[in-house]
């Protein structure tokens, strides 16, 4: 099991930033996707990106040109800087992982919170 710890998490202003890292340790084999989900009230969790090992990205597309995922593979670490903040970008943001063998992880999630 994976052992996921998140962090940068807070509240800010709309239009504002945040930035979230995700530091993975205890992985028994290679991680090769990384990624950031968010639960709002009341809703589903939603994919917001993710970064597989050789580079390549997906985001959501209520977060496509605001936010950025990167990762230092190095250190099995994935971060989400989170520019131009909506009070709709409210929620729990979750680190997720995922190895060779499709075994996913999750962290204990983020608070996240956008005033207008």
């Known amino acids: 099991q994976v052992q996921l710890v998140e962090s940068g998490g807070g509240l800010v202003q709309a239009v504002g930033s945040l930035r979230l890292s995700c530091a993975a340790s205890?992985?028994?084999?290679?991680?090769?996707?990384m990624g950031w989900h968010r639960q709002a009230p009341g809703k589903q969790r939603e994919l917001v990106a993710s970064i597989s090992s050789s580079g390549g990205t997906n985001y959501a597309d209520s977060v496509k040109g605001r936010f950025t995922i990167s990762r230092d593979n190095a250190r099995n670490t994935v971060y989400l800087q989170m520019n131009t903040l909506r009070p709709e970008d409210t929620a729990v943001y979750y680190c997720?992982?995922?190895?060779?063998?499709?075994?996913?992880?999750w962290g204990q999630g983020t608070q996240v919170t956008v005033s207008s």
């Open positions: 997720n992982a995922r190895d060779y063998y499709s075994n996913e992880s």
């Open positions: 205890r992985s028994t084999y290679r991680i090769v996707t």
